[in-house]
């Protein structure tokens, strides 16, 4: 008996190694090759209708082929966030012709009252990455100048910043804000203070993620809404999604950038209590609900876009297992209405916002669970993503937004981080490892490397 279990367990072993086999045949190097081909092909489809309709310009609006302007004056968001996408994907002509637009025409001495959130992630993180990247010392002359004149949003009784702040005068507006803004500064602030030796960036934002911190609830969860003069919540209403996500995702990756265990711990004292509070077991994965951030009671069943992020996160930060349930329910988002929607209910499972605007979060959450794992269905998956983009989202100039994910029916927007983000995780899925290595780099949150620091 002891024998034939033996020999039993023997050929259930040799038939896994055969299937595992057979499936990491199912999608060979050259398919791999083949999809990181069509995202080239994608950039420079982009790229050239960037250049031809709204160069010089924040965005293409690509069904009326006219330039899209943020706010008084352009700040060249869709060079500066493409630039290190270009560089990656090995397009040195595209690569070129933004790096000589950002160093010939990107001036902040302007009059533009900015939020300060999106212009640190897009513009202060593309000029520190372009600046690690090529070496080129104006890039870092110009982040300089840009967090320079993004400091006084910091000076709060709290340390928490207001949301935004005109670049000439300093005059701040917005008092109250979220956890997602103000934490979303650290990675940015502190690799600044680290490429410089100037210290008061890191102080600022690590003060104000900080306070966030220090402003939980008894249960470990951050509200929606915070007043960052007298540092009470305005709204309790927790969650992983807009507002909050990306400040849970900074804990983690400001502690493996900087090695400051503060960070650590407050990281995981919220996955902790994300962990219990938060996630909704269902037959088709691991979804994430809403509650109130003192009493953990359960308040929406609505999950989108923005909350597929958190299964690369789990993963990322050593539970594989999290993650592989979470990324279950976001390919089923995905797959479920042809084209992932900006937000639906999964218990009734249907869509409460039908739009799509090339969010990043489910590519990237499949390339962490890719390299992490190395099953050949995030692969699979990946590839469905990526070509229900191109094939539903391109037209003659560049790729257009969704206004309905279940119609297809476009919308007029091509925003920066569909360069700086949505291609660069869908090359990078099928990409060698070389081409990213997360023992050198991390990600910020719209995508943009950071040097790893050398620290004990």
Same mark, same amino acid.
């Given at each position: ?6 020999i039993? !367990?023997?050929?259930?072993l040799?038939?896994?190694?055969i ?13 791999k090759?083949?999809?990181c ?7 420079q ?5 960037y250049?031809l ?10 069904l009326?082929?006219e330039?899209?302007i943020?706010?008084k004056?352009?700040?060249l968001?869709?060079?500066v ?13 595209e ?6 637009l950002?160093l ?25 990455t ?6 080129t ?10 967090a ?5 949003a ?12 005109h670049?000439?005068t300093?005059?701040?507006r ?5 956890? !997602? ?8 602030f502190g ?10 960036y890191? !102080?600022?934002a690590?003060k104000?993620?900080?306070?966030v911190?220090?402003?939980?609830s ?9 007043d ?8 309790t209403?927790?969650h992983i999604g ?8 900074y804990?983690?990756?400001s502690?493996l ?8 711990? !407050?990281?995981e ?5 994300i962990?219990?509070n938060?996630?909704?077991?269902t ?8 509650v ?8 929406g069943?609505?999950y989108g876009a923005?909350e597929?992020f958190?299964a ?5 930060s ?7 349930k979470i990324?279950?329910a976001n390919?089923?988002m995905?797959t ?7 937000? &639906?209910?999964?218990k009734t499972?249907s ?5 799509y605007v090339f969010r ?5 959450s499949c &390339?962490y669970?890719y390299?992490?794992?190395r099953q050949?269905n995030?692969?699979?998956q990946g ?18 937004a969704l206004k309905?994910?279940?119609? &297809?029916e ?13 291609l660069?995780?869908a090359?990078?899925?099928f990409?060698p ?19 790893m620091?050398?620290?004990?």
């Amino acid at each position: 008996m002891v024998k034939f279990k033996f020999i039993f !367990a023997l050929s259930m072993l040799c038939f896994s190694i055969i299937v595992k086999a057979q499936d990491a045949a199912l999608f060979s190097d050259s398919m791999k090759k083949d999809m990181c081909d069509q995202v080239k092909n994608a950039a420079q489809h982009a790229w050239k209708g960037y250049k031809l309709y709204a160069w010089g310009a924040d965005d293409l609006k690509p069904l009326t082929k006219e330039a899209k302007i943020w706010y008084k004056k352009s700040m060249l968001m869709t060079p500066v966030d493409a630039f290190d996408t270009f560089t990656l994907l090995g397009l040195n002509a595209e690569a070129h012709e933004a790096k000589q637009l950002i160093l010939t025409q990107l001036n902040f001495n302007i009059d533009n009252d900015v939020q300060v959130f999106e212009i640190t992630i897009r513009l202060l993180a593309g000029l520190i990455t372009a600046y690690e990247l090529d070496g080129t010392k104006k890039f870092i002359t110009l982040a300089i100048d840009l967090a320079d004149r993004l400091m006084p949003a910091f000076n709060t009784p709290t340390g928490m910043p207001y949301r935004y702040v005109h670049l000439q005068t300093g005059k701040t507006r917005d008092h109250i804000n979220n956890p !997602a803004e103000i934490g979303t500064l650290m990675l940015e602030f502190g690799k600044l203070s680290k490429i410089t030796g100037n210290k008061k960036y890191y !102080a600022a934002a690590k003060k104000a993620i900080m306070q966030v911190y220090k402003s939980r609830s008894v249960i470990d969860l951050v509200g929606e809404q915070i007043d960052v003069k007298t540092g009470k919540w305005v709204n309790t209403r927790s969650h992983i999604g807009a507002y909050i996500d990306s400040y849970y995702e900074y804990l983690y990756k400001s502690w493996l950038l900087f090695g400051d265990n503060d960070f650590k711990i !407050a990281f995981e004292n919220h996955n902790q209590a994300i962990k219990k509070n938060l996630i909704s077991k269902t037959d088709h994965g691991w979804f994430m609900h809403q509650v109130d951030m003192n009493t953990g009671k359960e308040i929406g069943t609505t999950y989108g876009a923005l909350e597929a992020f958190y299964a690369g996160l789990c993963a990322f930060s050593g539970d594989i297992e999290t993650g592989r349930k979470i990324q279950e329910a976001n390919y089923y988002m995905w797959t479920r209405f042809n084209i992932e929607p900006e937000e &639906f209910n999964f218990k009734t499972d249907s869509v409460s916002n039908a739009s799509y605007v090339f969010r990043p979060e489910n590519l990237e959450s499949c &390339f962490y669970m890719y390299r992490l794992t190395r099953q050949v269905n995030y692969l699979w998956q990946g590839k469905v993503m990526v070509e229900s983009i191109l094939d539903h989202c391109k037209n003659e100039v560049g790729f257009a937004a969704l206004k309905d994910v279940q119609t &297809f029916e476009k919308a007029n927007s091509m925003e920066s981080f569909f360069f700086g983000e949505t291609l660069k995780y869908a090359y990078l899925i099928f990409a060698p490892d070389k081409t990213l290595d997360f023992n050198q780099y991390v990600l910020t949150t719209e995508a943009h490397p950071f040097k790893m620091e050398r620290h004990n």
